[in-house]
């Protein structure tokens, strides 16, 4: 199992920009998938990005493209998700999330971006974006 802990989130104003980073720890390979989640208070976790371990695929959800970039680093074993343009709506917890693509059924290129297709979990970060 892969162990996942999340960092940088905080306070920023509207307009302002983040980098999320989450450590993996544990044993990667490249088709092992990570995205990241966020959930706002009284809201249903919901998907934003998610990239594949040696960074050949990425997907987005459409209220973060062109705003939020994923990016992995293979030799710190961390996942980045850069955040500009910021919104007071971005205001959430943020997780980053793991699973081995094998057996997931999807086609070649495409990633998960439900809750439920991810079995390793960080315990998130907090992400305040003030008006």
């Known amino acids: 199992q892969v162990q996942l802990v999340e960092s940088g989130g905080g306070l920023v104003q509207a307009g302002g920009s983040l980098r999320l980073s989450c450590a993996a720890s544990?044993?990667?390979?490249?088709?092992?998938?990570v995205g990241w989640f966020r959930q706002a208070q009284g809201r249903d976790r919901e998907f934003n990005a998610a990239?594949?371990?040696?960074?050949?695929?990425?997907k987005y959800t459409d209220s973060v493209k062109g705003r939020f970039t994923v990016s992995r680093d293979a030799a710190k074993n961390t996942v980045y998700l850069q955040m500009n343009f910021l919104k007071p709506e971005d205001t959430a917890v943020y997780y980053c999330?793991?699973?081995?693509?094998?057996?997931?059924?999807?086609?070649?290129?495409?990633?998960?971006?439900?809750?439920?297709?991810?079995?390793?979990w960080g315990r998130g970060t907090q992400v305040t974006v003030s008006s």
């Open positions: 999330a793991g699973v081995a693509l094998d057996g997931l059924g999807l086609r070649v290129g495409d990633l998960p971006d439900q809750v439920h297709e991810y079995r390793d």
């Open positions: 544990g044993h990667t390979f490249n088709t092992y998938a």
């Open positions: 990239i594949i371990w040696n960074g050949i695929y990425t």
